[in-house]
Structures are given as structure tokens and as C-alpha cells.
């Protein structure tokens, strides 16, 4: 059998004749970049630019380039109530079935008199396109390439006409608050193109006037935002005219296009935001609006450092690459571009002060993206932000937190109206307009546990910062409200005398009944249990950091007390449902009775190691029935496997993910693309090579064998530590612990254990053996 070094080198050999030889001679190896020979043929080739709400895909072609625009409140749909009246009445006798097993009756009344009637549609929609088409001179094409630089945000293309090289530069600036791209040509008067603006339904209104176009429409036929777009036309050289809607320049020397976008979502006027916007840059030179775009973004890239070595295949364009793993080589450098490519879309799609990354982060085309881009909370939200706080970019976490106080009046609401409890409840999906009312099917709608998950990232902030104020002010209010609902939500189980999560199920799985038929709710699913175990454990140290609601803490230490436990089914594995039934769908993509293992900390190796040997069974049972199969489930199989701390399984997993997940431009493929399996498989990598859960930081504990040399610097453990760890032939060789808070520290590495006190931004340094190496 040859090594991969040897079909690497062939590899090299054979691209060595279908590659240009200018392409490939120009472009030097440099592992942080994502890079074609080519233009995009079709959407995942394009490569995503983004400042937090403005984004583009950026196309390349030759001729003509099509940068299609997407800004983040681009939203359909309005504030809508849909609570089933007879909801609350029905509870009682829905979770009476359930208790008497008559599982498909109880399913029909939750199906007729619980589900919502959603009437109004709400989807996230494209921004539109804007064309720059171009008048090239005659001669052969050469020299190109397109790519995405990590380090520094701006996506570039390049090739030759003849004597003349065409260079364009694209980046969405947070600073600006605009899209920027610059047109170059290396020969003076070269560059002559046309510009337009358009969006599907060609119902936009289209402006062409002086050096500006604008289109502007009220999406979803005046259900919806209000949205403007600009672009400004700043010529050097040659000419300007506006015909009709488009602007022709002629003979220009450059061209930078300034593009801003607006929409009256939070209540300003989208024409004037847009054009305050534009007038803002177009005052400021490229250099300038570039530099700052990238000081901006560096100071949040540059925080982490991962390297696990390298091949010659960081020569080669990345859908070679991914083409290249696919066929079983390795390619440690293409793990590193993905990695830092996931924290640069959290950092492209999240930014203070804006919405949460949806369901593909900001970037999506058309008008009906799949599953209308919304805000899955049954794990797809909760898994684009898992990479936050552990990846050292704790502010791109803000806009979910935000989010979920937003949802508050409407989670009070639907509690009270739907249920006639307290507190706060969302159901299993949500949108911009925030409701939090459930509709659709039972099997993925009646549950009712997407508020108690969701505020699970409030405490997780408050671990990594320790910031009283916010823990204060936006946390607690909203875990004490979601516990609130869940304390009054639970019920006794007449037959085993503890409390019961219900009607509720395990997230779109579904089970067969005694007598045959498929049913999907159950009076306490596992899943349910885990959330809210977790959820109160969470309130209750939360009150006690503040010092408050002594008694409401008391209240749910009891309930934790009576909260059915996790169990066992007769083969080991941990059990999903209140009975082990026959499941139809044994490899189903959501694993959801192992939340305790991730994101949640109850089986831990430190706590319960017993319970990780069902977890590992229930694991390799749905693995080995096909589980996996979607992008965003192959990488919530990494973070289990990570916290199993079994290297060579999560890295088989995430070499899974890259083969068979991952589309050219490295999105995850759901399929179709959906962004949650970029951020999970982050936090999984991540989590392969330190832990911070079980209340000591571990390192290294699950490094695969084939990562025997490498580092990763600047990753966050619990209580405010920033982590360094170098390690040589598979072995931990160096790790340094910068204490931002002054908390003492625990770490553990290969069941050495070691506690010491820190002080504030103080480093200690630790040898392979854990011996202080100051």
C-alpha cells in the first residue's frame, strides 16, 4: 500500500499538468487561505465575506462577477399570535394518555388542539446582486486565482489579459458598515465595465443617478422589512455615465464601489441609514477603509493559533484539497483552514449590537433558503454559538444572549396562554419577530424545552467572563424566568412517583408503540430531563453567586431531588424515551439523549464514569445505523467523542465531516448547506485538545495519533484562563495558563492532577509532567 506521502506527490505531479502553470506557480503556500483556479460554477464555490450583517458571496468570474448580498434583517413576516386556545385545556388529557400509553391518541389531541396555526410565513431573504460586467481586451486569459484570506478578511482576484493583470479586492467592513471592492488594472486606462443592481421577483425598485445606484422594495409584498441598497462609483480616471439603471465606467484607471445597505427593522429609516452610511467612506481613501477593516478584524482573529503540521498539499487549490482527503490523505493544514475558517464566519456573521447568526450564518441566496434560514433552537443556534466562548470570541456570543431577552414578553406569553403557567417557554424555532408559540407536526414541535436549552449560554458566558453585572442585569432574570416555567411545567408520573417532563418528545425522532404504530411524545423523554437538570443546576449557583431568592433555590434543589433520573436500557445504552422502544429510525441525526455528555457536563469522567460507558454505547449504536449523516450531526459527534476522550474516534469523525460533509468552499453540507456544522466542528477540535467542564481544565484529552506535533494558543477555559498548549510525538511538551481573573486553577493532564493559586494576568508555564516551568 502506497503512504499518502506518495499519492500526495502524484497527486502534485498530475495537477501539475491540469493547472495553469501560472496559477499554480504564483500562488505560494499559505495555509490560512482558501483558494481556486477558477471562478465559482455555482454557490458552494463562492467565497463568503461578511462584517456581522452585511455579507457577500464573491463569485470571480472573468467577464462578469456577481456578488450576491445578504444583510441580516433582510426578513419577511411580522409579530404574529398563534397559541392554540384549546391548549390549555387539552394538557390535562393529553398527558393522561401518555400515562395510559395511549401514545397515537394523545398524539392526535396534542396534533388538533396544541399546534399552532402560523399564518403568516417568515423567511430570511436574499439582499439581491450586484453585476460588474466587464469590457476585457482580446487574448488569452491567465494567471488566476481567487481566494479568501483568513488573516485578514478580504477575498481577491487575479488574472492576466494578455499584458494587462485585473486585480479586485472585496471585504464588509465593521467599521464602515459597507461592503468595499476595488478594481484594478496594471496598465493604466484599462478598466471599462457596467454596474447594476437586481433581486429576485424583479419586484425592487432600480435607481441609477450621477455615481450611485439604489434598489429598494418591501419584501414579502409589504410583509416584511422595508430594505434599501446603495452603491457608491468612485472612478480614477476615465469616465462615468448612469444609463437607464446602471452606471458605465470607461477607461478608468481603478474603481473602488462603496455598498451600503439598511432596512427599517429596528425603526430607522433604511434610505437615510444607508446613504448616512456611504457618505461616511467616500470620504476616506482605500488604503484607509482597508486598513481599518482589517485592525478591526484582526483583533479578534488573531487571538487563536492552531498548527498541526503540514504536506504539500498547501500548494494546491482547497477543492483539490478536500477532493485530495476525500480519497484518504491527510491533510493536517486543511483541519487548521477549517478551523480558523469557522471562527472567521462567527466573527463574519455575529457582532455585537446585531441579530444572532442564523441558519446559515448571514449568508444565503434566493428568496426561500432552505428551512427559511430561521432560528432553530431545538440545537442548530445553540451549536453555532458553542465555539464562542472557547475560541476567545466572547463578544460574537452577545447577539444570541441579547436575543433571548428579546424573546422574553413573548415567552412569557406563550407560557401563560398556551400552558397557564409562569415563566418563559419557547418551542422548537423561531425568527426576528420572536415568537416563541410552537406549529407544524408533533414529532418536531411539541417541545417545549427551547428556552430552558437556549439560556444554558447565558451561564456558559458568565463561566468564561465572571461578569456580575451581566449575570445581574440579562442572565439571571432569564434563567430564573426559564426555570420558573420548567418548576411548574413538571409533573408527578403516577406510576413511579417522580417528575416528568410532558407532553414532550426527543427532538424529530420518533418510536414505535406496542401495537405498531409510530408515535413521537412521551411523558418524560430523556432529552428533556437532561435540559432541565441542567438549567436548575445552573439557577441555583447563579442565585447563590448573587446572593438571592434563597428560597425559590430551595424549591428546585428539591425538585432536582425528584427529577426522574437517566436510565439504562437491558443492552447499556442510555435510554431516550420513559420505555425502550423500537426506534424506526435507529441512526436518526439528532442524538439527543446524550446531551448530559455535550453541551451539558452530567457525564463527565470526573463525575459518573459509569455512565460513559452507555453514553459511548448509545453513541456507537446510532453511528453504526447511519447516524451522522447530516453535517451538523457528524459534528455534535466530534464533541461527544471529545468529551469520551477518544481522539481516534473524533478524528475519524471529523475526517467524516471534511469527506463527506463539506462542500468546496469548506460550508457544511446538511446537505444543502447549513452553517451549525462549521461552528460545532470548531468547538469539537477545540474540545479534543482541552476541556474546561467538569471544573478543572484538561489538556490534550483527546488528541488523535496522527496529531503528534502541533499547538494551539490562545483557547479559554471556565473561570477566565487563556490556554497555550505545545505538544511533541503525541505527548503534552509545554502549556502556559494566563489567569485573567485571579481564580485558583485546576489541570489535569494524563490523570495527573494539579491545583494552584493564580493571580490576575498572570502567567504560569507547566512542563509535560506538570512541573512549574517558570
Not at 131 to 155: K, M, Q, W
Not at 715 to 735: H, P, S
Amino acid at each position: 500500500m502506497k503512504s499518502n506521502s506518495f499519492v500526495l506527490q502524484m497527486f502534485r505531479l498530475l495537477l501539475l499538468f491540469i493547472l495553469p502553470m501560472s496559477s499554480f506557480a504564483q500562488q505560494k503556500p499559505d495555509d490560512l487561505k482558501i483558494w481556486f483556479s477558477r471562478p465559482a460554477a455555482n454557490w458552494n464555490e463562492a467565497l463568503p465575506v461578511g462584517n456581522g450583517t452585511l455579507g457577500a458571496m464573491v463569485f470571480g468570474g472573468i467577464a462578469s462577477e456577481r456578488l450576491q448580498l445578504n444583510e441580516s434583517s433582510v426578513w419577511t413576516g411580522k409579530p404574529e399570535d398563534f397559541v392554540n386556545p384549546q391548549s390549555k385545556a387539552a394538557l390535562p388529557e393529553v398527558r393522561k394518555l401518555l400515562f395510559e400509553g395511549k401514545y397515537a391518541e394523545a398524539q392526535k389531541l396534542a396534533q388538533s388542539a396544541m399546534m399552532g396555526d402560523k399564518k403568516t410565513n417568515s423567511s430570511y431573504q436574499t439582499l439581491g446582486d450586484l453585476h460588474i460586467d466587464f469590457s476585457l481586451p482580446e487574448g488569452e486569459v491567465s494567471g488566476y486565482t481567487r481566494d479568501l484570506d483568513l488573516e485578514t478578511a478580504v477575498s481577491k482576484v487575479t488574472y492576466q489579459v494578455e499584458d494587462v493583470t485585473f486585480t479586485r479586492e472585496v471585504f464588509s467592513s465593521f467599521p464602515a458598515n459597507a461592503l468595499i471592492i476595488r478594481l484594478t488594472a496594471s496598465k493604466a486606462a484599462s478598466l471599462s465595465l457596467a454596474l447594476k443592481l437586481s433581486r429576485p421577483g424583479n419586484k425592487a425598485k432600480l435607481e441609477a443617478s450621477g455615481n450611485e445606484l439604489m434598489m429598494s422594495e418591501h419584501v414579502g409584498d409589504g410583509t416584511g422589512v422595508k430594505m434599501v441598497t446603495r452603491v457608491k462609483v468612485l472612478n480614477e480616471g476615465g469616465s462615468l455615465q448612469a444609463a437607464g439603471t446602471s452606471i458605465k465606467v470607461d477607461k478608468a484607471n481603478t474603481v473602488v464601489l462603496l455598498l451600503t445597505a439598511a432596512t427599517d427593522y429596528r425603526g430607522t429609516n433604511p434610505s437615510v441609514v444607508s446613504a448616512n452610511l456611504i457618505s461616511l467612506s467616500e470620504g476616506k481613501s482605500f488604503e484607509t477603509l482597508k486598513s481599518d477593516h482589517i485592525a478591526d478584524y484582526q483583533k479578534y482573529f488573531k487571538r487563536v493559533e492552531l498548527d498541526l503540521g503540514t504536506t504539500d498539499a498547501v500548494y494546491f487549490p482547497t477543492d483539490s484539497r478536500i477532493t485530495a482527503v476525500q480519497n484518504g490523505n491527510s491533510d493536517p493544514s486543511l483541519i487548521k483552514l477549517y478551523y480558523q475558517f469557522g471562527r472567521y464566519l462567527l466573527i463574519s456573521s455575529s457582532r455585537p449590537g446585531g441579530l444572532p447568526a442564523n441558519l446559515q450564518g448571514i449568508w444565503a441566496d434566493g428568496l426561500t433558503p432552505p428551512w427559511s434560514a430561521d432560528y432553530h433552537i431545538n440545537i442548530n443556534i445553540q451549536m453555532n454559538y458553542w465555539p464562542s466562548e472557547i475560541t476567545n470570541l466572547s463578544e460574537m456570543h452577545m447577539p444570541f444572549l441579547g436575543f433571548l431577552n428579546e424573546l422574553k414578553p413573548d415567552a412569557k406569553k406563550t407560557a401563560k396562554d398556551m400552558y397557564g403557567l409562569k415563566g418563559t417557554v419557547a418551542h422548537f424555532t423561531t425568527d426576528p419577530w420572536h415568537f416563541t408559540e410552537t406549529y407544524g407536526q408533533t414529532q418536531w414541535a411539541m417541545w417545549p424545552m427551547g428556552m430552558a436549552w437556549s439560556v444554558q449560554h447565558l451561564w456558559e458566558h458568565y463561566l468564561f467572563t465572571e461578569d456580575r453585572k451581566y449575570l445581574k442585569e440579562l442572565a439571571y432574570p432569564l434563567m430564573k424566568d426559564a426555570a420558573t416555567f420548567c418548576e411548574q411545567w413538571l409533573v408527578e408520573d403516577p406510576h413511579t412517583g417522580l417528575l416528568v417532563s410532558g407532553p414532550s418528545i426527543s427532538p424529530e425522532n420518533t418510536f414505535k408503540t406496542k401495537s405498531g404504530a409510530i408515535a413521537t411524545m412521551v411523558m418524560g423523554p430523556t432529552m428533556d430531563h437532561m435540559i432541565i437538570r441542567d438549567l436548575l443546576t445552573n439557577t441555583i449557583a447563579a442565585a447563590k453567586v448573587l446572593k438571592r431568592d434563597y428560597s425559590f433555590s430551595r424549591r428546585l434543589q428539591g425538585i432536582l431531588k425528584r427529577l426522574s433520573p437517566t436510565k439504562l436500557g437491558k443492552d447499556g445504552r442510555i435510554m431516550e424515551w420513559t420505555e425502550e422502544f423500537e426506534e424506526p429510525e435507529p441512526g436518526h441525526r439528532h442524538i439527543s439523549h446524550l446531551f448530559g455528555l455535550y453541551p451539558g457536563k452530567q457525564i463527565s469522567y470526573q463525575q459518573n464514569p459509569e455512565l460513559l460507558q452507555a453514553a459511548r454505547k448509545t453513541l456507537d449504536y446510532r453511528i453504526s445505523h447511519g447516524g451522522g449523516h447530516t453535517g451538523w450531526s457528524r459534528a455534535w459527534i466530534i464533541n461527544f467523542f471529545a468529551r469520551l476522550r477518544d481522539g481516534e474516534a473524533a478524528y475519524q469523525n471529523l475526517s467524516a465531516l471534511l469527506q463527506k460533509s463539506t462542500l468546496p468552499n469548506l460550508f457544511d453540507n446538511h446537505p444543502p448547506f447549513q452553517i451549525d456544522g462549521n461552528f460545532g466542528a470548531v468547538a469539537g477540535i477545540t474540545e479534543m485538545l482541552m476541556q474546561s467542564h467538569a471544573g478543572e481544565i484538561e489538556l490534550l484529552p483527546a488528541l488523535p495519533a496522527v496529531w503528534q506535533k502541533g499547538c494551539i494558543h490562545g483557547i479559554v477555559a471556565r473561570g477566565g484562563f487563556e490556554i497555550n498548549i505545545d505538544w511533541q510525538e503525541g505527548k503534552l511538551w509545554y502549556a502556559t495558563i494566563t489567569s485573567r481573573l485571579g481564580n485558583p486553577c485546576t489541570l489535569r493532564y494524563d490523570d495527573k492532577v494539579i491545583t494552584f493559586p493564580t493571580e490576575k494576568e498572570k502567567s504560569y508555564s507547566f512542563n509535560g509532567s506538570l512541573q512549574s516551568a517558570d
